[in-house]
Structures are given as structure tokens and as C-alpha cells.
């Protein structure tokens, strides 16, 4: 399995940027893909995850509202869409995938990542 992701850059408050995950190799209807973010100095946190299926979705309340992810099954990918970003958004962030939903906001759970990408917000 390899995960890819791609969209990050800069963004001034308030400002918009879309990430995408492109997934190779999953060879089970029952994986999960998630998408985590990691500021300096501080842990690795949850930030949103969507089943195989694109049925289900599931995000941390710190982005509830602003956030949204969606999977396109025929291509393999999945988006996050980031709407009225603030400074505290700003961070290096991951996908990563893992089978079943059980513990989807763990990121230990998870078997496999990819490299990350920076997203920076300017206040």
C-alpha cells in the first residue's frame, strides 16, 4: 500500500486549501482512510476519516464545520477540503489507512502513512 498526498502550501487566515490522498495497493473493501496533522512540539493528532465504502465520515470537533472529506472510489483518492483556516491549523499533515473503524481517531492504530505535507496558515 502506498499513500500520497498532495495540495498543501501557504494560506492567509480565513483562506482555503484542499488535500488529496492518493491510495495504491489497498486490497481490502474494509480500509479506512484517515488524515492526521502534526505541529512542532506538539503530538500527532486526528483529523478526519472516511470508510472504504465513502459512506461514513468522521472528524475531530476542532474542524467540524470548517473541514470536509470525501472519497473518490474509482480513482482511489481521498480530499479534504479546509475551509476558513486559522493559525492553529497550520501544521505537516498525513493520510494513513488501517482496517476497520474501530479506533479511527488513533494513530497508532494505523499501518501505513504517507510522507506528509505542510500546510501553513499566516494570521
Known amino acids: 500500500v502506498r499513500l500520497v498526498e498532495s495540495g498543501g502550501g501557504s494560506v492567509n487566515s480565513g483562506g482555503s486549501l484542499r488535500l488529496s490522498c492518493a491510495a495504491a495497493?489497498?486490497?481490502?473493501?474494509?480500509?479506512?482512510i484517515a488524515w492526521f496533522r502534526q505541529a512542532p512540539g506538539k503530538d500527532r493528532e486526528f483529523v478526519a476519516a472516511i470508510t472504504s465504502s465513502g459512506k461514513n465520515t468522521y472528524l475531530a470537533d476542532s474542524v467540524k464545520g470548517r473541514f470536509s472529506i470525501s472519497r473518490d472510489t474509482s480513482k482511489n483518492t481521498v480530499v479534504l477540503q479546509m475551509n476558513n483556516l486559522v493559525f492553529e491549523d497550520t501544521a505537516r499533515y498525513y493520510c494513513?489507512?488501517?482496517?476497520?473503524?474501530?479506533?479511527?481517531?488513533?494513530?497508532?492504530?494505523?499501518?501505513?502513512w504517507g510522507q506528509g505535507i505542510q500546510i501553513t496558515v499566516s494570521s
Open positions: 494513513a489507512t488501517k482496517l476497520g473503524t474501530t479506533g479511527y481517531s488513533g494513530s497508532r492504530y494505523y499501518t501505513t
Open positions: 495497493g489497498l486490497t481490502s473493501s474494509q480500509e479506512i
